[in-house]
């Protein structure tokens, strides 16, 4: 007949559960004809495969979807919890800083030691110094606006009083004049 599965009587005992399990399924399947074997067969629980669902035990195979199904609402459960935790995360934070360039020779070689401070603490720049900057309301705009990225509010503020930051003070002030620097934190 088609779609028969013929295992060997010499089938090591490790992969028996795999066929017990299969059998379990094809025995009470409602498709079983489909797979060329008749009612009397299935009934009979002969042609396809031995008969370890009789030798094992009719709740073998309960209890192995009760594992098998507890295990999948586990990691549902668990990937749910994790996405709801995530969720509750601090906002993220951008700084901008609206500054004007007094040395570009100073400003260049200032540059590679901020960007690199502020990855260091977590920062993340928008690459925005040096854009252009056009008014649409209000006073005029700065003539530079640099914008970063922060994860929470405390790390954008904490970075602006680190010790990282304090030590480049000096080419900073040699290189630009901060007109005004402000946090933003951004609502859920």
């Not at 090591?12 to 074997?37: D, E, I, K």
């Not at 073998?60 to 459960?77: D, H, N, R």
């Not at 030590?167 to 951004?186: G, L, N, S």
Request: include cysteine; charged fraction near 20%.
């Amino acid at each position: 007949m088609v779609g028969r599965i013929f295992l060997s009587q010499a089938e090591p005992q490790g992969r028996q559960w795999m066929w017990t399990f299969a059998y379990g399924l094809l025995r009470h399947s409602t498709h079983f004809t489909h797979l060329g074997v008749d009612s009397e067969t299935r009934e009979a629980g002969h042609g396809c495969l031995p008969d370890v669902w009789e030798e094992q035990g009719g709740n073998t195979m309960k209890t192995k979807y009760t594992v098998a199904f507890s295990m999948l609402a586990g990691v549902a459960i668990g990937v749910v919890a994790v996405q709801g935790l995530q969720a509750q995360g601090k906002p993220k934070a951008y700084t901008v800083s609206e500054t004007e360039t007094l040395d570009p020779a100073a400003q260049a070689a200032f540059t590679p030691l901020a960007q690199a401070a502020l990855k260091a603490a977590g920062g993340r720049t928008f690459n925005t110094a040096g854009g252009k900057v056009v008014a649409i309301d209000g006073a005029a705009p700065p003539k530079n606006a640099v914008i970063n990225e922060w994860d929470s509010l405390d790390q954008a503020t904490a970075y602006y009083k680190s010790k990282a930051w304090n030590d480049i003070a000096p080419q900073r002030e040699k290189a630009i004049k901060t007109v005004r620097r402000y946090a933003v934190e951004a609502v859920k």
